[in-house]
């Protein structure tokens, strides 16, 4: 079956330091989302790739759909406290689903 | 996120006790969602509906039941057949078609007395 995995599972990095999470499908997928849920709280979007080798920037974000959009990557720089949280990526499956991945639980340490 | 109400925010059951969680959204979306979390896991996808009176299940949908009489509710039932129920439960919609986004509410934690 579809298998989204994540990597890393934790991530603990100082204040201003950089973080990147990598998500890799065992499918070609037709787009990936990446969403992030604070703690306690739920998950909420935070953009959808399409095409391949795509980058798109939010601020100190930057994601990236690979070139045979089977894996894609986000990238933090400089992180904030107000960046904890767990990333997760999410990509479609044949019943016009979600299939989340096992997520990236980030720890920034003031 | 708002526009997706689920209740209560904690719940408690005991053996043998079915639990109806509560899922409203004034979104418009086709498209609901119920989701299981575990600590420190990702989301796990218990039914969906994309459409009245239709639902279909996922893939850890054992012991749960869901109904969705009217497009804004999607109620989730845990019944007493799901041995392991203590979680975090997601409900989420969104607009029926590829490429768009799931909205989320904030989910009930519930528990085993």
């Known amino acids: 079956g579809q298998q989204v995995m994540q990597i890393p599972q934790y991530q603990h990095v100082q204040e201003g330091e950089d973080f990147t999470t990598y998500c890799n499908s065992s499918?070609?997928?037709?787009?990936i989302q990446w969403y992030k849920q604070r703690p306690g709280g739920h998950p909420v979007f935070l953009i959808q790739?399409?095409?391949?080798?795509e980058v798109k920037k939010q601020k100190r974000l930057t994601f990236q759909f690979g070139e045979a959009k089977k894996n894609s990557s986000l990238h933090i720089t400089a992180t904030q406290t107000t960046d904890v949280g767990t990333y997760f990526c999410a990509g479609p499956t044949g019943a016009n689903n979600l299939f989340f991945g096992t997520g990236t639980r980030l720890t920034v340490i003031p | 996120d708002g526009g997706i109400t689920q209740s209560p925010k904690y719940l408690f059951r005991k053996e043998g006790q079915n639990v109806t969680l509560s899922c409203e959204q004034n979104l418009n979306h086709d498209a609901m969602y119920w989701y299981r979390q575990d600590p420190g896991q990702g989301l796990r996808l218990i039914y969906y509906?994309?459409?009245?009176?239709?639902?279909q299940k996922g893939d850890i949908a054992e012991g749960y039941s869901v109904s969705r009489e009217k497009k804004e509710s999607f109620p989730l039932t845990v019944t007493s057949a799901q041995k392991n129920p203590t979680a975090f439960y997601l409900c989420?919609?969104?607009?029926?078609?590829?490429?768009?986004?799931?909205?989320f509410g904030d989910g009930t934690r519930l528990s085993i007395l």
């Open positions: 790739l399409v095409k391949s080798g």
């Open positions: 509906s994309q459409i009245v009176n239709d639902f």
């Open positions: 499918t070609t997928l037709s787009n």
């Open positions: 989420a919609s969104r607009i029926q078609g590829h490429n768009q986004p799931q909205h």
